[in-house]
């Protein structure tokens, strides 16, 4: 099915990730021109940018705000603007900590690495779109922030915020700068990634995660990018706008005990 991104400008943040690489090689594949964000994964980004060599990658700490600034200012100038954005860059903390433990600087971290990052993506991406009068942003969240997840509430609290709050929000700004503008969200559940490979590789884990799912695997970053381009896509979602879709597997929710 025609997708109708050939040509479409496209920014991926976090491509150095599983599922922002993935997301990066499917956009690649409709033809999409592409900037590719990453922030600590240089060696990562190159090897991408060597495999998609059209791309442009770009870094930046989009925790910072004149980092998010610069990134979108070095996208519109490779690729003279942008018409979609998929904020994928995040990261989970994969030590377990029950509230009454966990400290503030590492909530204020998470915090920040996911949703105060996703916020200045969005703003940064929106500035284009009053520009042109148009864009697609896909926000990127996780299960977790529909569910929860026990030893990780700064995390799920973060990706609550932005498929809750934040996206709901956006999807009604957007249309105030373009009228047909639209933003969207995924939330992948266990997925296999750079950041839980060493996890979901304990087959007792992977079990138990898999308890409250209708389909009892992890999902590949290849089955979240595949989403994230039909939102992205104006052809197959132009109707569509502040919705989250779940790449889970059909989970339920999350176990409470062991």
Sequence with gaps: METGL?????????ASGGIGSACARAFAAEGARLALHYHRGRERAKVLGRELPEAVVLQADLRVEEDADRLFAEARAALGGLDVCAAVAGAWPPEDVPVWSLSLPRWEETVRANLTATFLTARGFLREVERTGRG???????????????GHADYAAAK?????????????????????GRVNAVCPGWTVSPMTRSTLEDPAVLERATRTMALRKAATPEDVARQIVVLASDELSGHVTGEVVLVAGGMEGRLLHG
């Design 160 to 180: 609550s915020a932005v498929v809750r709050g934040l996206l709901l929000s956006l999807k009604n700004e957007v249309v105030r700068i373009a009228p047909e």
């Design 136 to 150: 697609s942003l896909v926000l990127v969240g996780s299960t977790a922030g529909m569910f929860g997840e026990a």
């Design 6 to 14: 050939a040509g479409k400008r496209v920014l991926v943040t976090g």
